[in-house]
């Protein structure tokens, strides 16, 4: 079943202790892309990756780090979390970034920052 | 950033009812997307829209490209309970090489049976 997996899907820490989130995809898309949504904010991009080892940034980077060594996995790296990254985090990938084809969006993840 | 209003943030509307909801934006974007999100659920796309003028459907959802780039409507004729949802309007602006997305704020349908 072609899917984007996350994880975990619920996350409750504490202020400055780094923490990671995992993306994987089985499609073999070359687009992925990490949002976070907030109440009456909608979805804002974080940062995007057009392929391996090719990362650039969204609307919002600051205060995240992603990294691309393999095609299937993009994971979100919060090197010391705050309290407004407390959101809800969604990977989304396609087979390229040009939009002609579906963006396949993750269950979520839930982070709470203490 | 970029900025994309959309309106109305919220409705309450009757089953059978026409609904219509919109972006604009600040700046001119190349395409336009429309998604549905469901509680506990990521985003899906319904519809996506590649040129000024351009008007597409799927189904009983309708959504126009604008002239000016720099704003997009999406109708729903005859809803139904299953409309209920979160729908965001979506922009990739003009970029050499880039691919960033824009989302709108939501616009949040209740549908009364």
């Known amino acids: 079943e072609a899917q984007v997996t996350q994880n975990p899907r619920y996350l409750i820490t504490v202020t400055g202790k780094k923490l990671t989130v995992t993306c994987s995809q089985n499609?073999?898309?070359?687009?992925m892309s990490w949002y976070r949504q907030d109440p009456g904010l909608g979805l804002r991009q974080i940062y995007y990756?057009?392929?391996?080892?090719?990362?650039d940034k969204g609307d919002v980077p600051e205060g995240y780090k992603v990294s691309r060594k393999e095609k299937r996995n993009f994971p979100l790296i919060l090197e010391s979390p705050s309290p407004n990254q407390t959101s809800l985090y969604f990977c989304?990938?396609?087979?390229?970034?040009?939009?002609?084809?579906?963006?396949?969006f993750g269950p979520g993840t839930r982070l709470t920052v203490l | 950033g970029q900025q994309l209003n959309q309106s109305p943030q919220s409705m309450f509307i009757q089953e059978g009812e026409d609904v219509s909801m919109n972006c604009t934006s600040s700046?001119?974007?190349?395409?336009w997307l429309w998604y549905k999100q469901d509680p506990g659920e990521g985003p899906v796309l319904l519809i996506a829209?590649?040129?000024?003028?351009e008007l597409t459907s799927n189904g009983r959802l309708t959504a126009q490209f604008g002239i000016t780039r720099k704003d997009s409507f999406l109708n729903i004729s005859a809803s139904i309970p299953s409309d209920v949802g979160i729908y965001f309007c979506?922009?990739?602006?003009?970029?050499?090489?880039?691919?960033?997305?824009?989302f709108g704020k939501g616009t949040k349908l209740s549908v009364i049976p």
């Open positions: 829209l590649y040129k000024a003028g």
């Open positions: 979506a922009g990739q602006h003009s970029g050499a090489g880039s691919y960033q997305l824009t």
């Open positions: 989304a990938s396609s087979s390229s970034g040009g939009f002609t084809d579906t963006q396949y």
């Open positions: 700046s001119i974007f190349n395409t």
């Open positions: 499609m073999n898309h070359e687009y």
């Open positions: 990756s057009m392929n391996v080892e090719v990362t």
